[in-house]
């Protein structure tokens, strides 16, 4: 099956085509990057070290990780290959047997000349990165602004959500929304602690239900599993219902806006705008009226928030909004937000209506769930009317660029990175700043770098057990949020990965690090599974400054013994150990296996 998506992906143009014209030099880096891998791909054949290492390489700079000296100097070594000519990378393939074309050149000039081009980016990278670390304060703005202008100039989200012609708008103006795959956006739950409310009401379901809202909720299964000879009969029926479980009047959009969702919730400020609270977007039937009415609502959300007059709420938050998604008798309730990107996802799995044996049990779930949702209306209406007060007052506001999380403890942080994981899905994580607060002034004493992480899973237990024997960076706040979202603040480490060491040049002090790690670790039943050059940090020693002590930096496969697994998205091109497999058991030999082929 796999096999059968990808040549299908393939006939269209790999993954890389839902990516806009770079408009900045880190995406022009990306870019060169994913054109030398392909380029990589078409020497697999080769059992060449330097191939590998330039394959890692160019996976961590596609990831974002911080650019360095020692990785430029990697880069700028030619590739030596013996064997045959095959076709660029970027020319027809050729079937088996069939002669070459003009397009034919020897792999290791393909692979140079793109190396060659991927390493000059990178120079006037690391160089901007030196002189000017603000930059992406800048940038971070003009993707933000190009997003809104994006979603000015998209079809009408009726357009633009029909097949295939979302397709095409996926490709020019693309959203993350998980369609396709790679264009799902990280958890919207970092941006804004509404999100992961209405998961955590979800999961503990509040048991102060009124009977009138079990009552509605049975109302609206009948209501939903009823056949209607079109939408809008559907919807005449549906909408007083779903009013009535939220609290709110759902209405349409003035016609100036030359769109026209099937209901909103406004926001009842005073304030200039129309700011919406939920965006409803339906279809009478499953796989009725051309589209799919998740991506229907969700270019609906892009383009209220881009025509939105509200400017004083787009450019101090967020925009967090929730969305409803009606498709016959199956209802989805999702979250959307706007940072340097739009992001609209599920916040849990569809509600089915119809068909089921227990009507009651059912209308009791749905109750919980319309319950969660006016709640969280309700406090997203005083989030809006808190920020309606503070543009006001002209007080100032960082809800549109950073992570929800700004202080831990007696700490506060400043962020001074966009996310460096834009390209892992589900994963994110930013540089920072962490200060100590002075309870009596208020006053920030001397800083410390750290990365803040959020993550779907991560091993607390295993990254301070290693911490305390100086085996990974300090780990110095976790918490596991309501819906399963893992929050990490680490010292970061002043060193070089192992990936920008010099092959045959990793100290033993440094291995032996890496051992005593495998050892306390295995000794408490637990593993690491992803010991890969990119996950050791080469520390330098206090005595001479040499590369001489390692750190293990990434515990996100971390975990006991028989209860972790390999995630199902494992690359089986990175060289694995023996026995590894997606989806499989992470084992103690596994680790001890990777250990060897670092040395």
């Not at 559907?234 to 209405?251: A, C, N, S, W």
């Not at 009478?284 to 998740?294: C, K, L, Q, R």
């Not at 893992?486 to 440094?510: C, F, T, W, Y």
Request: glycine share 6%; with cysteine; aromatic share 6%.
């Amino acid at each position: 099956m796999a096999s059968s998506t990808s040549q299908k992906r393939g006939a269209k143009g790999d993954s890389t085509r839902y990516r806009k014209k770079p408009r900045t030099i880190h995406e022009e880096l990306i870019n060169a990057a994913k054109v030398l891998q392909r380029s990589l791909r078409m020497a697999a054949d080769q059992q060449n070290p330097d191939l590998a290492t330039l394959g890692v390489i160019v996976d961590k700079i596609i990831e974002g990780d911080p650019t360095s000296d020692a990785i430029l100097d990697l880069l700028n070594v030619p590739v030596v290959l013996t064997g045959d000519v095959l076709p660029h990378p970027r020319s027809s393939a050729l079937a088996d047997g069939q002669c070459l074309g003009p397009n034919s050149a020897p792999r290791a000039a393909l692979i140079n000349a793109d190396r060659e081009t991927l390493a000059k980016i990178y120079k006037s990278v690391l160089a901007a990165t030196s002189t000017h670390e603000s930059n992406y304060e800048e940038e971070f703005a003009l993707e933000r602004q190009q997003a809104i202008e994006d979603g000015q100039a998209a079809p009408t989200p009726s357009d633009a959500a029909k097949h295939p012609a979302w397709d095409v708008e996926q490709t020019e103006r693309p959203m993350q929304i998980g369609r396709p795959f790679d264009t799902t956006g990280p958890s919207i739950s970092i941006y804004h602690s509404i999100f992961t409310k209405f998961k955590s009401l979800i999961k503990n379901p509040t048991p102060d239900i009124s009977p009138a809202t079990v009552a509605q909720s049975f109302d609206l299964i009948v209501a939903a599993s009823a056949i209607y000879p079109t939408e809008n009969d559907r919807m005449k029926v549906i909408t007083p219902i779903v009013q009535k479980l939220l609290g709110y009047p759902i209405v349409t959009v003035p016609s100036e806006f030359g769109f026209r969702p099937d209901g909103i919730i406004i926001y009842p400020g005073s304030g200039e705008g129309k700011i919406p609270l939920l965006v409803m977007e339906a279809k009478n039937e499953v796989g009725t009226g051309e589209s799919d009415p998740n991506i229907q609502a969700a270019f609906s959300f892009r383009k209220l928030w881009s025509y939105l007059e509200a400017t004083w709420a787009r450019s101090r938050c967020c925009c967090p909004g929730f969305v409803l998604s009606v498709a016959g008798p199956q209802i989805t309730v999702l979250g959307g937000i706007l940072t340097n990107s739009f992001i609209v996802q599920p916040l849990g799995m569809s509600l089915g209506l119809s068909g089921s044996p227990d009507p009651d049990g059912l209308a009791l779930h749905v109750a919980q769930v319309m319950t969660a949702l006016r709640t969280c209306l309700n406090d997203l209406k005083i989030f809006y009317d808190d920020l309606e007060k503070s543009h006001r007052l002209r007080a100032d506001t960082e809800g549109a660029q950073w992570p929800v999380l700004r202080k831990f403890d007696n700490f506060v942080l400043k962020y001074t990175s966009k996310n460096l994981l834009s390209d892992r899905i589900g994963r994110a994580m930013f540089n920072a700043e962490v200060n100590p607060m002075d309870e009596k002034d208020g006053q920030n004493a001397v800083s410390a770098k750290v990365k803040v992480k959020f993550t779907p899973q991560y091993s607390e237990e295993a990254h301070r057990l290693l911490a305390e024997k100086n085996l990974a960076p300090q780990l110095r706040y976790y918490e596991k949020l309501e819906d399963n979202l893992a929050v990490v603040v680490m010292d970061a480490v002043d060193g070089q990965n192992l990936a920008s060491a010099k092959r045959g040049s990793v100290p033993e002090q440094a291995l032996r690090n890496i051992e005593d790690a495998l050892t306390t670790l295995h000794n408490e039943d637990l593993v690491f599974g992803d010991l890969r050059p990119p996950n050791v940090m080469l520390c330098r020693n206090g005595v001479d400054g040499e590369w001489m002590n390692a750190m293990l930096i990434d515990f996100d496969w971390a975990g006991k013994v028989g209860e972790r697994r390999y995630p199902g998205s494992l690359n089986h091109k990175l060289g694995w150990a023996e026995g590894v497999e997606a989806g499989g058991l992470i084992q103690k030999e596994h680790d001890d296996a990777m250990l060897q082929r670092l040395r």
